[in-house]
């Protein structure tokens, strides 16, 4: 099977994307949204923050528009002219996706199969790493816990 990016032939805006994704965030509860640039003006990740059970907790959405670009460069070899279109589809598919994605939560929420805390904690952000991200450098573990012992 040939797997495709979904929204690979995107033809919105990554900055259409965005606005659309802080709309669902503030239908989550998002009390702010902070967007982070890379050096060359391209939006690197969301960053939100949301009250739980009295608890301001913050949560960073990152866009991999870098890998989406190898990924999208992989699929079509296109020329060294055709780089700077490459890398503006990149960021919109990858946005997109993201877009794709919270609307897909917000949804599980709705029906109450899960809740924001579930579904968020992963991009759980403490000002320097997510939860996955803290998880990850310490070797995962959290999931090398002993299952607890049957009486």
């Known amino acids: 099977m040939n797997f495709k990016l979904k929204n690979y032939t995107t033809g919105i ?7 659309e ?14 967007k982070t640039y890379f050096g060359d003006g391209r939006i690197s990740s969301l960053t939100f923050g949301l009250t ?4 301001d907790l913050a949560f960073q959405l990152p866009a991999n528009s870098d890998q989406v670009f190898e990924v999208l460069k ?26 794709d994605w919270v609307y897909a939560q917000l949804s599980l929420i709705k029906i109450g199969q899960a ?4 579904v968020m ?7 320097e790493k997510t939860l996955y991200e803290h998880l990850r450098d310490g ?6 816990l002993e299952a607890p012992k049957k009486s």
């Open 121 to 127: 904690l992963p991009y759980m952000y403490n000002g």
């Open 74 to 99: 992989a699929q079509y070899k296109r020329g060294p002219r055709k780089k700077q279109k490459l890398q503006e589809q990149a960021e919109n598919v990858s946005w997109r996706i993201i877009k």
């Open 13 to 19: 805006s990554y900055r259409k994307s965005v606005a």
């Open 115 to 118: 809740k924001v805390e579930q």
């Open 21 to 34: 994704i802080e709309q669902y965030l503030s239908l989550m509860g998002a009390t702010k949204v902070m």
């Open 139 to 144: 070797g995962f573990k959290f999931a090398q």
């Open 52 to 55: 739980i059970e009295g608890k």
